[in-house]
Nanobody, 126 residues
């Protein structure tokens, strides 16, 4: 599956952005999805994950209550709604997909994902 992330940009602190990740392929609804991010000089970190049906989600403590992950399986797209943005949210944000697995769970570990998008830059100014 190929993943194409979009929606990043420059926003002031307190503002909002919605990231989208479009998947090319017919198996999107069979894959658990996640968002990760990497700030300059830091390792890539988990942001949010969603199960293949959308029924289960998981968030990093740093974004809980501010970010919402969702998916539209009819459109082969996963979203990350980011509200109340902070300068520390500045990073390249990546979407990721698992291979097709027998068990659908929300996954926070990078090693759980086999396919990655190209990343979209989010910059939050103070």
């Amino acid at each position: 599956v190929q993943l194409q992330a979009s929606g990043g940009g420059l926003v002031q602190a307190g503002g909002s952005l919605r990231l989208s990740c479009a998947a090319i392929g017919r198996t999107f609804s069979s894959r658990d999805m996640g968002w990760f991010r990497q700030a300059p000089g830091k390792e890539r970190e988990f942001v949010a994950a969603i199960s293949r049906s959308g029924a289960n989600t998981k968030y990093a403590d740093s974004v809980k209550g501010r970010f919402t992950i969702s998916r539209d399986n009819a459109k082969n797209t996963v979203y990350l709604q980011m509200n109340s943005l902070k300068p520390e949210d500045t990073a390249v944000h990546y979407c990721a997909a698992t291979r097709i697995l027998p068990l659908s769970i929300v996954r926070a570990l990078e090693d759980s994902y086999d396919y990655w998008g190209q990343g979209t830059q989010v910059t939050v100014s103070s």
